[in-house]
């Protein structure tokens, strides 16, 4: 490796350490904390007294999280689904097409990027409630579809712009028409973009915390992000279901990110900084 | 999924030359294409950021509150809204120093720790720079609610692990401190949650720009007796200029408006005013205290700083496309 030689072996070893254990120390506690049998009183105990799966037990039975779980994964597939599909289409007709509001079209995906959620959230909660959309999982799909929107058609554009347009070309020779041509050539090449790009929509959509804390509120309609502040008392918390339901939040989206890392920052900075 | 072969074998089209010439579709159609395959992004970006977004700057000159909510009658009130918000103290002395102060905390605490950990990791070898780079991905996949959750219970006045380290050191009473009561203990708190969260992207941008940097350069700066700091100044930043504002002003933006991880902590749902920034406060004008006009000013105001930021954003990056 190039300038291999700069750093001492020991400084080397010292800042693998530190890099990793700030970069997981707080996963590290979560996970320890979820499984501890005395979780509340660990303190400063590196190490759990002792193993138990009793806090998911309560948190999954109890605690309703499973059903938490279930509509999470339905706002967020349908998203995804939603998001992934219409944000193809512009993303081709933006790094394809050269036509005279190109430009306007990234300037308004940016700046869509750059819209607080807290300025949405007060004018969309009106226009649920008027609409009877408020407390369904359906309202909120819809929203989510919009926030992950300008980040795929940003996203996949890199993807799009990559692909030779000799590739394409070749098949109108053959006399396939542009429909054809989408799905049976550009379609399968961009594919590993797409499916980076849905990782990143159905992340948003789990995540996100203000419209589900805002539309829902039924308890049976909860998401994951809601649903755990079901767990804290008015002045104590139950740290070991808490951190137990923080966990399973955590796991898929973890399972994810480290699955696409490689794509994720090529994409990025194709994105980003390709212009 | 089919490939080029298939298409080449559909049955009906004849092959010859110049065949496929009536296949493509007329002028017209060709031209607005581009604009069918936008279509459905413009409606959906139309109807639900860009309208809500009118929407709110008309809230904000309303009183709109809850009887207005339940009878849908309009109530304007001119720039009163404004007046009543840039004339409390309560902005200037609280919530604007939090926004701003925690920005800009965090943006440097995130840039400058994200280069330095980006520099590392392009001095390791092959094996290790993977070994890290997956552990930073780790933190930055950690939800932004679950992270909150954590840094609380690490910071948990009573039973938290840092209290008890303190306390056994003999450093504090457990018990008697509480962070988060206190306005600085408590953006102390959100800052290191919000860099951890956000160190990884500009790690990982930057890395990746670092290893387009062609070789040659340090070699001969190598030969030239420069030492490393000057390297990095002389020729990592220059060459880097274009993503250190990509990931400088995104940054910038992302901690502007920071909600969850403020809102989630103690006291940060509305029951201690001295911790609001913007976005919270806004939130809590709205759907505690039911003033939707109040909230939507406020909102229109957070959204016209992070506007401005927006502006010099596109311009640093259009500017770099156009060289």
Not at chain 1, 129 to 141: C, E, K, V
Not at chain 1, 167 to 192: Q, T
Not at chain 2, 34 to 55: D, F, H, K, Y
Request: aromatic share 12%.
């Amino acid at each position: 490796m190039r300038r291999k030689g700069a750093l001492p072996a020991i400084g080397r070893t010292l800042g693998v350490i530190a890099v990793l254990v700030f970069a997981l120390f707080p996963a590290y506690w979560m996970i320890s904390t979820a499984v501890d049998t005395d979780a509340a009183r660990r303190g400063a105990a590196l190490v759990p007294t002792a193993f138990t799966l009793s806090h998911f037990e309560r948190v999954l039975d109890d605690g309703g999280f499973a059903l938490f779980l279930r509509n999470s994964a339905i706002v967020a597939v349908g998203t995804v689904v939603v998001s992934a599909l219409v944000a193809l289409l512009a993303a081709v007709a933006v790094a394809r097409f050269t036509f005279s509001f190109r430009k306007a079209m990234l300037v308004l995906i940016l700046l869509v990027q750059m819209v607080p959620l807290e300025a949405l959230v007060i004018p969309l909660f009106l226009q649920a409630r008027n609409l009877q959309m408020l407390n369904s999982l359906l309202g909120l799909t819809i929203v989510y579809v919009a926030f992950s929107l300008p980040f795929a058609v940003w996203m996949l554009r890199g993807f799009v712009a990559a692909v030779p347009k000799e590739v394409e070309e070749a098949a109108y020779v053959d006399g396939a028409s542009w429909g054809r041509m989408f799905r049976s050539i550009l379609l399968p090449l961009v594919a590993p973009g797409v499916v980076a790009t849905s990782v990143f929509s159905f992340i948003t959509a789990w995540n996100e915390f203000i419209f589900a804390l805002t539309f829902l509120q039924d308890a049976d309609k909860y998401t994951v992000a809601v649903g755990l502040q079901r767990f804290f008392g008015q002045n104590t918390a139950d740290w070991g279901a808490v951190m137990a339901a923080s966990t399973l939040i955590t796991l898929p989206v973890v399972v994810f990110f480290v699955i696409i890392q490689r794509r994720l920052a090529s994409g990025l900075s194709a994105g980003a900084v390709k212009g | 999924m089919s490939t080029t072969g298939s298409v080449r074998v559909a049955p009906g089209v004849s092959r010859g030359p110049g065949d496929h010439a009536p296949r493509r579709p007329p002028p017209w159609r060709r031209a607005s294409r581009p604009w069918l395959l936008l279509a459905p992004t413009l409606v959906i970006l139309g109807v639900l950021l860009l309208w809500p977004l009118a929407r709110v700057v008309n809230l904000s000159f309303q009183e709109y509150g809850l009887r207005q909510l339940a009878s849908g009658e309009t109530n304007y009130v001119a720039l009163d809204n404004y007046r009543e918000i840039l004339g409390s103290e309560y902005l200037w002395t609280v919530v604007l120093p939090n926004t701003v102060g925690f920005a800009v905390a965090c943006v440097v605490l995130t840039v400058g720790l994200g280069t330095l950990v980006a520099l590392f990791l392009n001095m390791l070898g092959t094996v290790w720079r993977s070994v890290c780079s997956t552990a930073i991905m780790v933190a930055w996949a950690v939800p932004a609610i679950t992270g909150t959750y954590v840094w609380v219970w690490l910071f948990d006045p009573l039973n938290g692990l840092v209290a008890n380290v303190l306390s056994s050191l003999g450093v504090i009473d457990p018990g008697t401190v509480n962070w988060f009561a206190d306005r600085f203990g408590f953006y102390s708190i959100a800052t290191l949650n919000v860099v951890h969260h956000g160190f990884p992207f500009v790690a990982i941008t930057i890395l990746a720009g670092l290893m387009t940097v062609p070789v040659e350069l340090y070699e001969a700066a190598i030969m030239d007796g420069a030492n490393a700091w000057r390297r990095f100044w002389q020729i990592t930043v220059p060459m880097l200029k274009p993503i250190f504002a990509v990931v400088t002003i995104l940054s910038t933006i992302w901690d502007f408006k920071v909600f969850t991880q403020i809102y989630l902590m103690p006291g940060g749902n509305g029951g201690n005013a001295e911790v609001f920034n913007l976005g919270v406060w806004s939130y809590i004008q709205s759907f505690a205290q039911g003033k939707y006009g109040m909230g939507s000013a406020i909102a229109v105001l957070l959204t016209g700083i992070l506007l401005v930021i927006t502006v010099v954003y596109m311009r640093t990056l259009f500017k770099e496309e156009d060289r």
